[in-house]
Structure formats: C-alpha cells, structure tokens
C-alpha cells in the first residue's frame, strides 16, 4: 500500500509560549514535528519496515522551514515528501481545517494513497479536526485516536483499535482510509544521523498554496488569544466543616 | 538550643545523618533548621563558645562524606532558607538567593525570566546552590560558562564566631569590584570549614534560543578524543555547551538497574522491553554533545556538517540527533542515571579525578589490569565469585573522569578492597600529573592525601587561614584538611 502522513511544524511542545500582539509568539522559538504527527510517521515505517507499505510519501503545509520537519520525517524512513509552501499561519490564526483538509485532499486526488496517517491533533491548536474532515471530502472511512494498527493480510483493510472512555473499541475499515494518530499507538524512533544524511537526498516537492485552487479563507475568527491564568495557590483546612463552609459560602459550589 | 526551631514536618533524625552515597554516617542527635542569617549567627556563635561541632548541610548529596557528622555534632541544616531574593540587575542576569534554595528551582525561577544558572549537574532537585557554591560544584555546563569562581559575584557568610561577612552580596551586583582581598573564593570550594555560606549571588548568562544535542558512539577513546578535538575547533567552536562521555560498562549498569530505559542506539529504537530483551550490544564509547546558540537553523547545520566530518574519519560507529527538546532530555536522562545506577547495582568506589583527556585510556586501562589482579587475591581470600566491575563517565571536555569501582549485589565496603582501589588510583593519577579530586571535593574520603598532594608550606597556609576564622575548629571537625602532624600544625 502507499501511505500518505500529515506532518505539522509546531512549536516544540518543552517551549513555554508566551502571547504577543495577540496570537502565540513564532519569533525564534524552537520548532519542532507535532508529536502526534511523529507517531503517524512512526507508524508508517512500521507498516513499511512490516512489508505492509511500499511507499510512504510525507506532506506539510506552512512555511519554508517546514522543509526541516520534513527532514524529519523522511529521516525516520518516509522516502519522499510534499511541501504546500504558504506564508499563513497554520496555528488557527489564518489557516484552519477546513482548508487544510482540502488542500490534503487534492494531494491525495494527485496521489491516491491507500492510507492517510494524521496526527489526532496538533499540540498548537488542539482542533483534531483535520483528519474527521478529510475522510468526510473524500468519503472514506474514517478512525480516530488510534492506539494499535495492523495492516490485514488481503492487503485490502486495517484493523484499528482505538481507546474510548468505555473501553478498547476494534474496527475493521476497508481501504481507502484515514486513521489519526493517538499516544500509545507507538513510540517514535530517534533520527539517526546516517539516515539524516540520506534524507538530504530523497526529493521534496514544492507546491504552492496558491496554486492549489482551494478556499484558503479564515472562516472562525481568533476573538482573543491569552496566557493562562496562573493558578491560585490552594489552602488547607482543619476540619470538615470548615471545608464545607467553604465549599458553601466561597466556592459556592454546594448549597 | 537558643534558636527556635518548629518541630513541623520530619523530624526524623536519620535523612541528616546519612549521606547520599549512603556510604557515610554520623551520630548527630541535634539538627538545627534556622530561617534567617540572625539565627545562623546565634548558632554559631553558641557553639563556638561551647566548642560545639558544626556541619552545615546543603542537600546532602555531596559524594565525600562532607554533608553528615563524623561523630556527634549538630547538623545546621540550610533547607529552611530558600528564598529567592530578587534581582541584582533589572534584566535578570544576576540572581540573588539564599544558600538553601535548591538548584532545580533557581534555575526554573531564571528560566521563566529568560535566563540560565550557569550550573547544572545530576544532583539538582536536591542539591542547595550554597552546597554547590561550598562544594565549588563543576558539572556538565563547566566548558561553556565557567566555574562558579567565575560566576560567583558574591556571598553572605557567616563565620564561627557569628560575625556576618558581606563578600559582594550587594543589592547592585556589580559585574566589577576590585576593592580588596576576594575572600568569598575560599568560602567557594571550601566545604562548610570556614563558615556558613546563607546568600549567593550569581550571575546568570541568557537561555540559550537555540538547543541542539547529538549522541554518537565510538570504538575507541582515541577517537572520542579526536571528536572531541575537532568539535572543541574546527566544527561547533562556539556554540559547543557540553560534551560528556559514557563507556559500555557503565552504560550496561544503566541498562540493568533501569530495563525500560530506551537507549538512543537501540536498533530501530524499539522499546526494549516489548522487543529484543536488551540484547542489543551497546558500542564501546557513547558520547552526548549540547549546543547552545542563537539560530536553530545555524546550529542544525553546524551539527550535520560535523557529523559528515567524524563520520568521513571514521571515528564514530553510529549516532542521533535530538529533532525536538524532548530527545535532548531523554538523552541527559541517561546520562544522569550513571551515578543512581552504580548505587543501586552494588557498593560503589567513587572516584572524580583530573587528567588530560588523552591518558583516560591507559587510565582505564591500567585500573583494569589492577583490578583483576585485585578480585583474585579477593577470590582467594574470601572466595566469591564476585567481579568488580568499573564503569566510567564524565566531563571528558574538562579533563574530568568520574571513575566507579562497582562490586554487584554486595553494597557493603571492603576495607581491605577499598585500601587497594585507593591506593590504585592515586598512584595512576599521579604517575599522569593528575588531580585526585576534579569536583567533589575532599570531604572526609580524601583529606588525608592532602600531605601527598600538597607542600608543607602551601598546606601551612592553609591551616593559617583555617584557624582565621575558626579559631576552635568547630566547623566540619575532621575533613577537607588532614589532621595536623607535628611538622605542619601550627606554633
Ligand atoms: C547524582 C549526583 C550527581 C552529581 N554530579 C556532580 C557534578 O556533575 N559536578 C559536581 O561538581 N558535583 C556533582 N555531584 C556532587 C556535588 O558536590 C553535589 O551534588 C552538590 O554540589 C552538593 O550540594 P548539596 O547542597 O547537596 O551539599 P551537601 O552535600 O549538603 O554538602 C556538601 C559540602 O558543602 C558543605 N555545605 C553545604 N551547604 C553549605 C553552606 N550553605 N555553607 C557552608 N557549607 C555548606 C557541607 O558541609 C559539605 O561539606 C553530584 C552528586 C550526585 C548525588
């Protein structure tokens, strides 16, 4: 099968963001592969490494340095990439969804891979939308939070399992399908610098956003983007009723 | 005890009396726990009148024997004050705190203000910045910001006789002051002889924007020494931050006393546990690297160029580089579980020496070849089938080799074993001009070699300045200088 993996340039998640002129600050702070999306690459060397994938083609949207991410990827074992080189913001404040979903739609008319790995979400974000909308313009199945994936013997469907508040749910899905990525579905391997160097060498296309011909609009306005509040320090109490006065009278959470 | 002390939280007497290494106990039956440098004062001054032993305690993770009492004395303990002050300078680049405030959150506390501590080791959720200044701590960023000689701008002390000396702890925080003798040196290094250390000023450089880290592996200490050489000139230069080294026998402990730990080498880098049951063999050498710059993209490319250079030499066997922050952590996790994995496989003979990176292998080497020859007179002697195992680490970039003589499953010292490996190691030390103790310090482990390693008068001196500021010897009783003999004690 050839597998399709969305890779998203994020700022590293050990970064402490801070808010300036109202969205995060991207000024000279460490970027690095959305985790969940590292996962997705991950997997799709598994399914290579296993024999299930031939060929593993990995795509990100954003800016130039998204070619770095890109890297990445195809130094964890992807062999080749796709870069949609756009100037806007893909943290939500200019890019979102709705058009990423049909900007990866189009690669995936030019493609047509068997199987789209996404990330569940992007740490910058945290929409999780991405995936679900994709598999909606496409019309294939779609599965969620996956947290164990094998490819089945005819070479034709996957079996997923994916974690849900009551319990491991399997799910058998024909190909074509979309699958995003969850925590446990595997931990990502270290870049070795041998292959680092190799990934130097596989090809990247650029495309340009522009040129895809989709509704890049912003749709949702950002009415205000703040650094949370820092939690109030807590306090003991020395008894049950005092706590229960509390609860009561200041917290006002019990009558 | 004249000072008020509240009986909160633990008053269990045994985390004061026994130190990290686990290897030293003291007998004190008092700990003192003051809040403010007034009540320091009052200690002091009541024991030096009643000529009552001090050991000022820090975090306790001092690795000689310095942090816990020889016999009964009372144990001041700074771990009640650790308030960080403020700012010396408005930018933050000079941070003002008290001796008891533990490193981890000094350096949390400058991170969020966009500085760094320029220094960090293994020990920091424990370790006190006033156990750091007194201990002279080096550790892994020593290369790139200097020692705290260098970084120290100023103290509060407290002496003996309850005087409080301000040693440039000013509230400017000049980065300048050539006015008089620089006394706050000796209380650096001086392991809680002279005084109580209660407030620490320290310059702060700023948080690096940009963090890269790599581990590569190698057959040969010759070629971690060429690495080394060309990642010191030719190739990182500037931004190099750190570069420590680990072998195999250490790195095997790790892997033994931690089995899920993944190592970055590991084939495919799959879990272990749910894959090849740790079999994989570790190289010889593993070293990790760290930059610190301003341009990530820079810096990148300033590692994979030297990558392609070591790797054309043929000096490296393989290796990683950290795509994210979160690799480099997991990198330094292993790093930093050399010291707890040695404690928890066995008692442990620590060794911190001093050597041109260059003789670490004939070191290694011949420390080996005496080693063998020692477990077999042990094997006749007692004999146990047990083998000594010596797992080595360190600031290769400074010279610096944390040797650890490991004896598996019996975590109880042989004397007679101990008096061979010291022995041993002073001799290869020496036979290569090095120094017995690169970082932790004398203690009550290494004060005794003080006559071997120092001259009469240079050792004379020492005691002068001594009896200075603790005219009845009740600072630390019984380390750091050896007892006097007759040729060298004073009148
Ligand atoms: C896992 C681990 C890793 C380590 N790595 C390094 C390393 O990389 N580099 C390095 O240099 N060291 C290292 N060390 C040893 C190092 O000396 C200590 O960790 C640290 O500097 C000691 O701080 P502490 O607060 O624990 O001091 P303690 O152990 O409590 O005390 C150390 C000495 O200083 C004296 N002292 C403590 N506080 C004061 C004070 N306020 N005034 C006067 N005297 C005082 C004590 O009396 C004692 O003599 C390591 C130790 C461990 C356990």
Redesign the pocket.
């Known amino acids: 099968m050839k597998v399709l993996v969305g890779v998203k340039r994020v700022v590293d998640y050990a970064v402490k963001v801070n808010v300036k002129n109202g969205s995060v600050n991207l000024n000279n702070v460490k970027m690095s592969l959305n985790p969940f999306c590292e996962i997705a690459v991950e997997e799709a060397c598994r399914l290579k490494e296993s024999k299930a994938a031939e060929e593993i083609i990995a795509l990100s949207i954003g800016p130039k340095q998204c070619t770095e991410t890109l890297r990445t990827a195809l130094a964890m074992g992807c062999d080749r990439a796709i870069h949609i080189s756009t100037d806007m913001r893909t943290d939500y404040m200019e890019l979102q969804p709705y058009a990423i979903a049909k900007m990866i739609q189009k690669i995936v008319d030019q493609e047509q891979p068997d199987l789209v790995l996404l990330g569940k979400q992007g740490i910058d974000s945290d929409c999780g939308q991405t995936g679900p909308m994709l598999a909606g313009f496409l019309g294939w199945p779609q599965i969620t939070f996956a947290a164990n994936l094998t490819a089945n013997d005819d070479g034709k469907s996957i079996t997923v399992e994916r974690e849900t508040d009551s319990g491991t749910e399997t799910i058998d899905a024909t190909l074509p399908a979309v699958v995003t990525c969850d925590l446990r579905l595997n931990e990502p391997r270290y870049a070795t610098l041998p292959n680092i160097m190799k990934a130097k060498k596989k090809k990247v296309d650029t495309i340009n956003a522009d040129d895809l011909d989709v509704d890049l609009k912003t749709y949702n306005e950002v009415v205000e983007v703040f650094e949370p509040i820092g939690r109030k320090a807590g306090v003991s109490v020395d008894n049950v009723d005092e706590l229960l006065d509390k609860l009561r009278n200041e917290a006002g959470v019990i009558v | 005890m004249a000072p008020n002390n509240d009986n909160d939280d633990d008053t269990s007497l045994e985390k004061y009396n026994v ?2 290494t686990g290897h030293y106990r003291g007998s004190s039956s008092i700990v003192v726990r003051p809040k403010s440098t007034e009540e320091v004062s009052r200690i002091l001054s009541y024991c030096h009148k009643r000529r009552i032993g001090v ?9 000689v024997g ?2 816990v009492g020889i016999g009964g004395e009372v144990i001041l303990s ?1 771990e009640k004050m650790n308030n960080i002050e403020c700012y010396g300078k408005k930018d933050g680049s000079v941070i003002r705190a008290d ?1 008891g405030c533990i490193l981890e959150e000094l350096q949390n506390y400058a991170a969020k203000n966009g500085n760094l501590v320029p220094v960090d ?3 920091k959720g ?3 910045i ?3 200044v ?2 002279n ?4 960023y020593y290369y790139r910001y200097g020692s705290l000689h260098a970084n120290v701008l100023g103290l509060e002390v407290v002496t003996p006789t309850g005087d409080v000396l301000n040693l440039g702890y000013d509230p400017v925080s000049h980065l300048k002051d050539n006015t008089g003798y620089h006394l706050k040196h000796l209380f650096i290094g001086g ?2 002889t002279l ?4 407030k620490v000023s320290l310059r702060c450089p700023p948080l690096p924007v940009s963090r890269g880290a790599m581990w590569v592996t190698c057959a040969s200490l010759s070629d971690v020494v060429r690495v080394l050489t060309l990642a010191r000139t030719d190739h990182l230069n500037e931004i190099l931050a750190a570069f420590e080294f680990m072998d195999r026998d250490v790195l095997e402990l790790v892997r033994a006393a931690y089995p899920s730990i993944r190592f970055p080498l590991d084939i495919g880098n799959v879990t272990p546990a749910t894959t090849i049951n740790n079999d994989t063999i570790i190289d010889p050498y593993s070293i990790l690297i760290e930059t610190h710059g301003s341009d990530n993209n820079h810096d990148r490319e300033k590692l994979e160029s030297f990558f392609e250079c070591i790797m054309e030499e043929g000096l490296v066997v393989d290796g990683v580089m950290a795509q994210n922050l979160g690799q480099i952590e997991d990198f330094w996790k292993i790093r ?1 579980l050399c ?2 994995a040695t404690a928890a496989m066995g008692y442990v003979y620590k060794y911190d020496i001093s050597l041109a990176a260059i003789d670490f292998d004939s070191f290694i080497h011949d420390m080996k070849v005496r080693l063998i020859d020692a477990s077999h007179d042990q094997q006749k002697a007692a004999s146990s089938d047990k083998n000594l195992i010596c797992g080595n680490w360190g ?1 290769i970039i400074d010279g610096n080799l944390h040797c650890n003589i490991v004896s598996p499953n019996s975590f109880e010292r042989d004397s007679e074993l101990l008096k061979i490996i010291d022995e041993g190691i002073f001799e290869e030390v020496m036979k290569r001009n090095g120094s017995i103790s690169a ?3 004398l ?1 009550q482990y290494k004060n005794e070699y003080m006559t071997r390693i120092k001259t009469p008068s240079t050792l004379r001196a020492m005691y002068d300045i001594k009896r200075v500021f603790d005219p009845h010897g009740i600072m ?1 009783p019984g ?1 750091y200088l050896p007892e006097p003999s007759a040729e060298s004690s004073p009148e």
Do not use: F, Y
Not at chain 2, 137 to 140: I, K, P, R, Y
């Open positions: 130190d990290w050991v000022p305690q820090g975090g306790n993770t001092g690795l310095g942090s700074l001796a080791l293994g020990a424990s370790c006190q006033g156990g750091n007194s201990t701590a080096g550790g892994v392991e809680g005084g109580v250390v209660t930093e010291n707890p600031h970082e932790h310090g203690g630390n380390k």
